[in-house]
């Protein structure tokens, strides 16, 4: 990455760029060092030592800079036969970005794509002796920036995989929006002939204690062996490297922003566990959709009209009125506990709902569930027309409604089909074992 702010000027006034040699003096030391590129931070550059570590230094902790020579960063393999076991499960791998699949370059300190089969043998050689691995390079960008069309895009893809014969699909991703991803997944493909698995890393390659190689071999072991046929979510199950969960993609959620066992199944347990040692899946969740004999279904559609709003005290009804005026189709509220709104919001909500926008309601509360006959407020909301979502999770209630819009159903029908169980995204009860 390129520098900014005061790091980006403190190197062009000295005319230095990333991948120059330099000689470096503190206050303390002088060194030699590589610059390195790195997280675009106000004020720190990031310098690789002679003895191969890598330094974050504050700019203002640096007297002097001089250059004494560059670079041309490049990135070599040792040259190597893949072996490809033609008895083992084929398996498409679909990169769609992270840095769960990538390469070190350690005389320079950066990371890269491994994405061919000779890269992918060198970065992870463990998964050519669980699956027959088939590589897709879909697109390679930073999970905050996905955005539906990018979801019905990986639907295809998938799709088109499993019509080619795959026996299940493990899909890189970034991890900040990846139960976005695998709820989207969950709803546009059914009947599937082997699980849709998403998996990622929260530590990058370059760092010892990254989870990229271990989580993509416990995927490739559940792609392999498993006969679950629908949506997971692969990661850490705990801090130790030998075991992982599949979580069902539309009860998962990341829940912590840099541990490796930040996702989490919420109100059932994760559907299976897997250990990389034993190479063994142990079902914990037994209500799970089984693999299909049939035909795979695509429905890849998406209303882009729709929209996921927090409840929060003292939010402007305007933010409901704006939605409105932009003609969006679809409302989902992640109201305050049982499923309520301020009172002052009503008027909109009422206008929402006149004007044929359908207005789902969720909570905030990652366990329960909407319960909108308790209390007045949620009487009268249910009474004007707004939708329970049950125990559905804000971000699937979002993508469910989305994707129902999509296929152009009469309202009628996406209003029934919202308040009905379709693939484990509403439980019956919640495990006592899962708060």
Known sequence: MTYKGKAKKFLAERGLDIWDKVVVSTETSTFEALILPGPPAEDIIYLKLPNGYNLALKIDRIKSLRKIGSISPSYTLPQMHVSIR?????????????????????????????????ELSYAVPEIFDLIKPKLTMLFNILSEHMTPTHWTTIAKTAYKEFISGARAIIITHGTDTMHFSATALAFMLSELPGPIIFTGAMRSSDRPSSDAA????????????????????????????????????????????????????????????????????????????????????????FEPKTALVLVYPGMPSEIIETLI?????????????????????????????????????????????????????????????????????????????????GLDLPDKQVKALLERNLLGEIINQESPLCF
């Open 325 to 405: 005026d932009k003609r969006y189709r679809g409302i989902v509220l992640a109201g305050t506990g049982l499923g309520h709104v301020p009172n002052y919001m009503f008027k909109s909500i009422q206008r929402a709902i006149e004007e044929k926008v359908i207005v789902v309601m969720t909570t905030q509360c990652l366990w329960g569930g909407v319960y909108m006959d308790v209390y007045e407020t949620g009487r009268k909301l249910k009474k004007m027309g707004v939708i329970p979502g049950k125990n559905m999770l804000p971000h699937v209630a979002y993508i469910k409604l989305g994707w129902l819009l």
């Open 214 to 301: 271990t989580n993509l071999i416990a995927s490739a072991i559940i792609a392999g062996k498993s006969d679950i046929g629908e949506s997971l979510i692969v990661m850490h199950a705990g801090l130790n490297d030998t075991n992982f969960f599949a979580h069902r993609g539309v009860r998962s959620l990341k829940l912590h922003s840099t541990r490796r066992d930040a996702f989490r199944s919420i109100g059932i347990p994760p559907i299976a566990e897997i250990s990389i040692e034993k190479q063994r899946i142990d079902i914990l969740y037994p209500h799970y959709k089984k693999i299909s004999n049939r035909t795979p279904k695509l429905s890849a559609a």
């Open 86 to 118: 033609e008895d083992l499960p084929e398996v498409s791998i679909i990169h769609c970005g992270g840095t769960i699949a990538s390469r070190i370059e350690y005389s320079t300190g950066a990371v890269a794509p491994a994405f061919s089969l000779e």
